[in-house]
C-alpha cells in the first residue's frame, strides 16, 4: 500500500514568491492534515479537511497559506507570498477518520531565503 | 480551545534507566483520544501508542503510557533505556481535531 507522498521533498524560494507544496493521502482516508514543523514550536496545525471539506483553517495561518482539497486523493498548500519565517518542514497526515492514527508524509522542506 | 502541554523540550539519561515523559492536556470534550508520536532522526512522526480508555494501561515496544481523565495526564513510561530511544516524542490529542504538544527530545547516554 502506498503511504501519504510528499512533493518536493525540498523546496527553496526567494522572498515574495508563491510556492505550492503538494500531498497525496493514503487510499481511503478521509482526514487529511497539513503541519508546519519547526524546532521551537514542534508541530502546528495549518489546515485539517474530512471528506475534502475544510474543517480548520489554521487561525493565524489563515492570511498567508491556503490549503485546498480538489478531490479525495489529492491535496495543495499555497503560501504567498513567503517570508524567511515560513521556513520549516511542512507534514501532511492522513486517517481513516477522527480518531484513528496519522500516517505521515516524508515532509517538504522549504527554504526562504 | 485544546491544548497539550510537555513540560520538557528535552530529557537526558543513560542507558537502562527508566524513562518518564510528561503530557497534561486540555479539552472540554468528555472523550479525547490520545496518542504518543515518535520521530527519529531524518523521519517523520510515527504511532507509538494511543489510547482512549480511563485508567487503562496501554503498552507497544516496551513504552506504556495510562489515559488519567482525573488529571488530564497521558505520560508515557519505559522501565529501561536504549540507546534507540532517542528521538523526538510528542503527545498528540484528538477530541474534534488533532493536536501536538512541542515534543520532548529523549537523548540516551551509554
Known amino acids: 500500500d502506498a503511504g501519504v507522498t510528499q512533493t518536493p521533498r525540498h523546496e527553496v524560494a526567494e522572498k515574495g514568491q508563491t510556492i505550492i507544496l503538494k500531498c497525496e493521502p493514503v487510499s481511503g482516508h478521509n482526514d487529511l492534515f497539513w503541519y508546519r514543523q519547526t524546532k521551537i514550536q514542534g508541530l502546528e496545525l495549518l489546515s485539517y479537511f474530512r471528506s475534502k471539506s475544510l474543517m480548520e483553517d489554521g487561525g493565524a495561518f489563515k492570511d498567508r497559506f491556503k490549503a485546498e482539497m480538489l478531490n479525495s486523493s489529492f491535496s495543495t498548500l499555497k503560501i504567498q507570498p513567503t517570508e524567511p519565517k515560513d521556513s520549516a518542514v511542512y507534514l501532511c497526515a492522513s486517517s481513516s477518520n477522527s480518531q484513528n492514527t496519522l500516517y505521515f508524509g516524508a515532509g517538504t522542506r522549504l527554504s526562504v531565503l | 480551545g485544546d491544548s497539550v502541554t510537555q513540560t520538557e523540550g528535552l530529557v537526558t539519561l543513560t542507558e537502562g534507566l527508566p524513562v518518564m515523559l510528561n503530557c497534561t492536556y486540555q479539552?472540554?470534550?468528555?472523550?479525547?483520544?490520545l496518542f504518543w508520536y515518535v520521530q527519529h532522526l531524518n523521519e517523520s512522526p510515527r504511532l507509538l501508542l494511543k489510547s482512549f480508555t480511563d485508567n487503562k494501561r496501554t503498552e507497544h515496544q516496551g513504552f506504556h503510557a495510562t489515559l488519567h481523565k482525573s488529571s488530564s495526564s497521558f505520560h508515557l513510561q519505559k522501565s529501561s533505556a536504549q540507546l534507540s530511544d532517542s528521538a523526538l516524542y510528542y503527545c498528540a490529542l484528538n477530541a474534534y481535531k488533532v493536536i501536538f504538544g512541542k515534543g520532548t527530545h529523549l537523548h540516551v547516554l551509554p
Open positions: 479539552t472540554i470534550y468528555s472523550n479525547p483520544f
